[in-house]
């Protein structure tokens, strides 16, 4: 028996109840590869930027001086 027919045998034995939990549980699963690839494209697009300053960082408080914040 293919894995194809030993989901639908087990599909079919479900309520409409627990059909649901499924539905929203293979949605779930769906949105989050998709959440994964759209980060992992993020993160190559980082990694393949030529920007040398790409990787520069400024600490906070900088940060906030020169854009005006008080932080406290």
């Not at 697009?45 to 005006?68: C, F, M, Q, T, V």
Request: glycine fraction near 2%; charge should be negative.
């Amino acid at each position: 028996m293919s894995n194809r027919e030993k989901c639908l045998e087990i599909i079919n034995s479900f309520s409409d109840e627990q059909l649901s939990h499924v539905a929203n549980l293979l949605q779930a699963l769906i949105e989050e590869a998709i959440d994964d690839a759209f980060c992992q494209k993020l993160y190559e697009d980082y990694l393949n930027d030529p920007d040398p300053e790409k990787d520069k960082s400024e600490d906070i408080h900088s940060l906030a001086s020169r854009w005006g914040i008080t932080l406290e």
